[in-house]
């Protein structure tokens, strides 16, 4: 038995798909070439299953993900998860929260900083660059066009160069196409 996740959690819950899963001993060609480079090369998931039903569009995607999220250079690793957080807060989506966070958590040592957001949200009590970048991608989450160039400013000011400017905006914006997908193909569950 399981029960739907409600509230934002650093423990990454299951994601249930509404719509069943490929079954990759059964796969197409193109769902097996499409597959061979998964989201953050890591285990098959259940979600990227369900993506691998349109081949073409996970292919595009993954190449996409893992170059927004995983590039050499510009922004830290932390921040650009710290971004797709930031996003998964303002959208909801209560399994990316969970997964980026935990990522997160791994990379910095400490779970302190993603409580706390989980706690107060953009009123989180961080440091000057971690509280620049949350307010920014949580910002551009609620209302794109109100990002203004004071907004970039503040991420200059707490010392952002373009590049990471860029890399924080395009790792949010990723997650809030990404929530939107997760969330009508799927639900975030724990098991009872």
Same mark, same amino acid.
């Given at each position: 038995?399981?029960?739907?996740?409600?509230?934002?959690?650093?423990?990454?819950?299951?994601?249930?798909?509404?719509?069943?899963?490929?079954?990759?001993?059964?796969?197409?060609?193109?769902?097996?070439?499409?597959?061979?480079?998964?989201?953050?090369?890591?285990?098959?998931?259940?979600?990227?299953?369900?993506? #691998?039903?349109?081949?073409?569009?996970? $292919?595009?995607?993954?190449?996409?993900? %893992?170059?927004?999220?995983? +590039?050499?250079?510009? !922004?830290?690793?932390?921040?650009?998860?710290?971004?797709?957080?930031?996003?998964?807060?303002?959208?909801?989506?209560?399994?990316?929260?969970?997964?980026?966070?935990?990522?997160?958590?791994?990379?910095?040592?400490?779970?302190?900083?993603?409580?706390?957001?989980?706690?107060?949200?953009?009123?989180?009590?961080?440091?000057?660059?971690?509280? #620049?970048?949350?307010?920014?991608?949580? $910002?551009?989450?609620?209302?794109?066009? %109100?990002?203004?160039?004071? +907004?970039?400013?503040? !991420?200059?000011?707490?010392?952002?160069?373009?590049?990471?400017?860029?890399?924080?905006?395009?790792?949010?914006?990723?997650?809030?196409?990404?929530?939107?997908?997760?969330?009508?193909?799927?639900?975030?569950?724990?098991?009872?």
């Amino acid at each position: 038995m399981s029960r739907v996740i409600h509230k934002f959690t650093t423990r990454i819950p299951t994601w249930r798909p509404y719509v069943t899963p490929i079954d990759f001993d059964n796969a197409t060609d193109a769902q097996r070439e499409a597959l061979k480079e998964t989201p953050s090369n890591t285990k098959i998931s259940d979600y990227v299953l369900v993506l #691998a039903h349109d081949p073409e569009s996970l $292919r595009i995607r993954t190449s996409l993900f %893992n170059g927004i999220m995983y +590039d050499k250079g510009g !922004l830290s690793r932390e921040e650009r998860e710290l971004g797709a957080v930031a996003a998964s807060v303002v959208n909801r989506c209560i399994y990316c929260a969970a997964v980026h966070a935990h990522r997160y958590n791994n990379i910095v040592g400490d779970d302190a900083v993603m409580k706390d957001i989980f706690l107060r949200g953009k009123d989180a009590e961080l440091d000057e660059r971690t509280r #620049a970048i949350l307010r920014f991608a949580m $910002r551009l989450s609620e209302t794109p066009p %109100n990002v203004s160039q004071d +907004d970039i400013q503040r !991420l200059r000011d707490v010392g952002l160069d373009e590049q990471e400017i860029l890399d924080l905006t395009l790792s949010t914006t990723l997650f809030g196409w990404a929530n939107r997908l997760m969330h009508t193909l799927g639900e975030p569950v724990a098991n009872v």
